[in-house]
């Protein structure tokens, strides 16, 4: 079986810790946001409802779907 041509940079496991990293990165930085926009609290709803762990793939594509859309609101 022939090697892949462009084999995939990251895998699902660097992905999820990529993923969980953006998690603690968001809940650190809220304090700093919520300081200077204290009325815009769609960024502490969307911390709220991130995964504890790291997401499974399906987890990860819904996570970014609604860090998207609670964005755009």
């Not at 700093?32 to 409802?49: C, G, M, N, S, Y």
């Amino acid at each position: 079986m022939p090697a892949e041509k462009n084999p995939p940079l990251l895998n699902e496991e660097v992905l999820r810790h990529i993923a969980l990293w953006a998690v603690v990165c968001a809940e650190r930085a809220l304090p700093l946001f919520e300081a200077k926009a204290p009325d815009d609290t769609r960024p502490r709803h969307i911390v709220q409802r991130m995964p504890a762990r790291a997401p499974s793939k399906a987890q990860f594509h819904a996570l970014l779907y609604r860090l998207d859309a609670g964005l755009r609101q």
